[in-house]
């Protein structure tokens, strides 16, 4: 499978500074960058892209909620209306900063709550699609890989919009597909090596090892990496290495 990297970046604000973006980013493939409303600011976004740009890395839009305070991890009461509204303004923001480099939107993932929300909820998802397609139905919209993918396709084609499936390597997921929930102790997994072993499996064979142990098919266009710190940036370089190596296969 030709599975390309993704990874949350341009979060840092003002004086703040957050993850290691320029260290990552030429081990990555697609740069999912803040948009203002979690996270960033103009010139942030600016060195963002330009970074991109160098590195040859596709640039998604991580648009959330407008929860600068929460970084956009609390879920908002928003209004369809209200949705399209603030994903129109977080999209054009970042686009019109990419033109200025001759660069442009590729998808977009929203980020945080609005992800999680997205994915449980079809009034935000629809809200999401029609966002997009109002602004440019050659955007792709990035999901959370799972068992309804089709269901998830069938509502974003009749917008015109289709779907990028992304799975979490350093997440356990259910037997039956599905993210098993970060209030369980072992919905995360930190050891290096196990996440390095499945993302082969996902490389290899298309499957992913479920928190009992079982191998099940799942989607997987692009693994999410997190590079906020040494470790992470290590973990990505192996990651990219064996990215790049299944992909000469294919050809």
């Known amino acids: ?43 942030t976004m600016h060195r963002a892209i330009s970074q991109a740009k160098e590195q040859r890395v596709k640039i998604g839009a991580h648009p959330s909620y407008p929860d600068l305070v929460g970084f956009g991890r609390r879920e908002m009461l928003c209004t369809s209306e209200e949705i399209v509204a603030f994903m129109l303004y977080q999209i054009g923001a970042l ?20 992800y999680n929300t997205m994915m449980q909820n079809e009034v935000v998802f629809r809200a999401i699609a029609k966002a997009i397609a109002k602004y440019d139905r050659d955007i792709k919209l990035m999901i959370l890989s799972s068992p309804k993918n089709d269901h998830y ?3 974003a084609h009749k917008y015109g919009v289709d779907l990028i499936y ?37 490389f290899e064979e298309g499957m992913i090892e479920t928190i009992n142990g079982k191998k099940i098919p799942l989607k997987a266009d692009t693994i999410c990496v997190h590079g906020d710190n040494a470790a992470a940036l290590e973990l990505i370089k192996v990651l990219h290495q064996l990215s790049h190596e299944y992909s000469y296969r294919l050809y």
Do not use: W
Not at 99 to 107: A, V, W
């Open 1 to 43: 499978m030709n599975i390309k990297l993704n990874c949350d970046m341009g979060e840092s604000f003002g004086i703040y500074q957050m993850g290691l973006d320029e260290a990552i980013m030429p081990y990555i493939d697609m740069a999912n960058l803040a948009c203002g409303f979690h996270a960033s600011d103009p010139v």
């Open 95 to 114: 686009a019109a900063l990419c033109q200025s480099y001759g660069m442009k939107i590729h998808y977009v993932k929203p980020h945080g709550a609005l």
């Open 153 to 155: 396709a069938m509502l």
């Open 166 to 202: 992304e799975v979490f390597a350093d997440r356990a997921y259910t037997d039956e597909g599905f993210l098993v929930s970060r209030q369980e102790q072992e919905a995360v997994i930190h050891n290096q090596n196990d996440v390095l072993n499945r993302a082969k499996l996902l």
